[in-house]
């Protein structure tokens, strides 16, 4: 029997600050990837201690979860909740990106990964 892991996907956004906090997220490999308005809003013990979660990651302004096989059913378990999955108009600064950002990005945008 399949676990529901609904709660969980509660707590994490929670533990994100709420999906007003959540300027934008995306899936690439093995990890979810978030833009966040306040980093400061974050509960990182709380993350890293949800069964589903192995660690997590700053890259500049970008909070990536390693979630491993589970990060398209934690994709989906967000969307459920009303996550925004891409709000351009409230991502600036796309200068300040590194070089891989930038082309995940542009790959998502051309939805070839996703």
Not at 37 to 52: A, G, Q, R, W
């Amino acid at each position: 029997m399949k676990k529901d892991y609904a709660h969980d996907y509660k707590k994490l956004l929670n533990a994100l600050g709420g999906k007003e906090n959540i300027k934008k997220f995306f899936h690439f490999m093995t990890r979810l990837r978030f833009y966040l308005e306040d980093k400061y809003k974050i509960n990182e013990s709380v993350i890293k201690e949800l069964p589903k979660v192995s660690g997590i990651n700053w890259h500049q302004d970008q909070l990536q979860e390693i979630v491993g096989n589970y990060v398209n059913e934690m994709y989906k378990g967000l969307l459920k909740l009303g996550v925004s999955q891409d709000d351009n108009d409230r991502i600036k600064g796309n200068e300040s990106r590194g070089l891989v950002s930038k082309i995940i990005v542009y790959y998502y945008k051309k939805s070839i990964f996703f």
